[in-house]
């Protein structure tokens, strides 16, 4: 009986030790947006000291940031090298396969978890990069008292459903310097979120930088919703965005929104207005009211130039071109400026993504119909052999109250809680589009309400992760009580990386 003590303090050692049998359960993981197939094998591996990551050489550069996310996760020692290695007491190894592995796209990759060693392969960066936020959510939050950091062993292959997985933020309701910008990034990265749609022009400020029409910034960009000093992007800081964006395998979206939502530029210049006359700056928060005046050349010349600048600093193949709630355009003005603006787009290299609204135009068929509102306009979109890129702003508006006690938001289009943001279909949306029709899904955060970055966290978490499992996950590995249960557990990880989450009364927190 005296050695009771001494061999509790061995029994509790060694099951805070890897070499320690007992099973740790893969399939209690608290992933978000879930992986197509997880196998458990019941054993553990322990991220620790001196853990190498070894590569081929190509992969060098991105082991070491994958390198430096870990440590910065678990202020651990990792070490990375090129070759085969076997020093070192446990081993991350990464690989690039051949584009002929299977038929799954680019960022499919296959997360192998053994007692000492973690493969993870996949055929392209971003896709090992997508691999690296499922290992970040394995891990735990604290380690054991010899600093290990434990991860149930097995299997996880992966692959998203949807190319095109996106939220969107609102730099131009209020504005958000590039330091605010490239947490965003950040907070999305972690959902598997590969594109970021910068809405950079509204009524209430221009925020790029356009060299050859300088004004657009500095009378355009120099103030916002409620007045202040507004802001804007210079067109460094935008590249800088656009790199940061880049190593987080994440694709910048700009949108210049046209021709309404346009009074920034058009109390920038005279003009573009029709009589000639630039209207005051604009703080307040109504819509609808701007509108280029679409009969005048030099306004083609303006968009060719903004567009023409924008797409040069733009390697992703998008170009948002706004088309909503255009109420003081006539129709028949609106469609041959947006085939007009289409055509701009085109020579610059990029493909037109747009609101709803502009099916009424004719369009290319590379072109993106983004559903916010009108099924039958995106159902127009379809027609014609667009793709629809869904963002029903009653299921997706990050933007929207989650229910009458939020004090942020508004609620024109639903309260959306968080079962509700999660509970839909993309397929069964809207009858007649289906997968074969659907890019993906877009969270737009629209900010007439939002002013900085804790309001931008609270509205966005936890329905985020919510859209992005629909975006993410095969329909058969969606289910609300499950994810609920992962969400609860992985608040966790929420708290450490002090994102300021809405604690939903719908969900039983710990
Ligand atoms: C509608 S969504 C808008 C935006 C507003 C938003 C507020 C869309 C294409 N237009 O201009 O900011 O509602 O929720």
Wanted: proline share 5%; aromatic share 10%; glycine share 6%.
């Amino acid at each position: 009986m005296k050695n009771l003590p001494f061999l509790l303090i061995i029994a509790l050692l060694a099951s805070f030790s890897c070499e320690n049998p007992a099973p740790t359960d893969l399939n209690k993981a608290a992933l978000i947006p879930f992986p197509k197939e997880i196998f458990p094998t019941h054993e553990r591996f322990c991220l620790q000291n001196g853990t190498v990551i070894h590569v081929q050489e190509h992969l060098l550069p991105f082991a070491e940031a994958m390198g430096e996310t870990l440590a910065a996760a678990t202020n651990l020692d990792i070490v990375v090298e090129k070759g085969d290695v076997t020093s070192g007491p446990s081993h991350i190894y990464l690989e690039l396969l051949g584009d002929d592995m299977d038929d799954e796209g680019p960022e499919s990759y296959e997360l192998n978890i053994k007692k000492k060693k973690i493969y993870l392969v996949s055929k392209s960066e971003a896709g090992l990069f997508r691999g690296l936020q499922t290992l970040l959510q394995l891990l735990p939050t604290t380690p054991t008292e010899d600093n290990h950091w434990v991860v149930a062993s097995g299997v996880i292959t992966d692959a998203p459903q949807y190319d095109y997985r996106g939220a969107m933020l609102d730099v131009s309701r209020h504005f958000f310097g590039v330091d605010d910008v490239k947490r965003f990034i950040d907070l999305i990265a972690l959902c598997k979120i590969n594109y970021l749609h910068l809405h950079l022009a509204d009524d209430q400020g221009w925020r790029i930088e356009i060299k050859s029409w300088p004004n657009l910034t500095t009378h355009g960009g120099s103030t916002q919703v409620g007045g202040g000093s507004g802001g804007y992007y210079t067109q460094n800081d935008y590249q800088e965005i656009v790199r940061y964006a880049e190593s987080r395998y994440v694709t910048i979206v700009p949108e210049i929104d046209m021709p309404g939502h346009t009074n920034a530029a058009l109390a920038s210049y005279p003009e573009l207005n029709c009589n000639g006359v630039s209207p005051e700056l604009y703080t307040g928060t109504e819509v609808g009211f701007s509108t280029l005046c679409t009969s005048k050349e030099i306004v083609y010349q303006f968009v060719d130039d903004v567009v023409r600048e924008i797409a040069a600093m733009t390697p992703g193949p998008y170009f948002h071109i706004g088309g909503d709630e255009s109420h003081v355009t006539a129709l028949e003005d609106y469609i041959p400026f947006i085939e007009r603006v289409q055509d701009i787009v085109t020579k610059y290299d990029k493909q037109v993504i747009g609101w709803d609204e502009i099916s009424h135009a004719e369009l290319r068929e590379d072109g993106v119909v983004q559903y916010w509102a009108m099924a039958e306009n995106a159902l127009r979109g379809v027609a014609q052999g667009t793709k629809v890129l869904l963002s029903p702003a009653h299921k997706v508006y990050l933007d929207m109250q989650y229910d009458s006690t939020t004090e942020l938001g508004l609620h024109w289009a639903a309260y959306i809680e968080l079962d509700s943001a999660y509970l839909w279909s993309p397929e069964t949306l809207v009858p007649g589009i289906g997968k074969e029709n659907i890019l993906g899904i877009e969270s737009p955060l629209w900010t007439e309400t939002i002013t900085n970055m804790d309001e931008i966290e609270y509205m966005a978490f936890p329905r985020l992760l919510a859209h992005a499992e629909l975006s993410w996950s095969p329909a058969e590995a969606r289910n609300w009580d499950h994810f609920s249960d992962r969400l609860v557990r992985y608040a966790e990880h929420l708290k450490q990386l002090d994102i300021d989450y809405y604690a939903s009364p719908v969900i039983t927190w710990e």
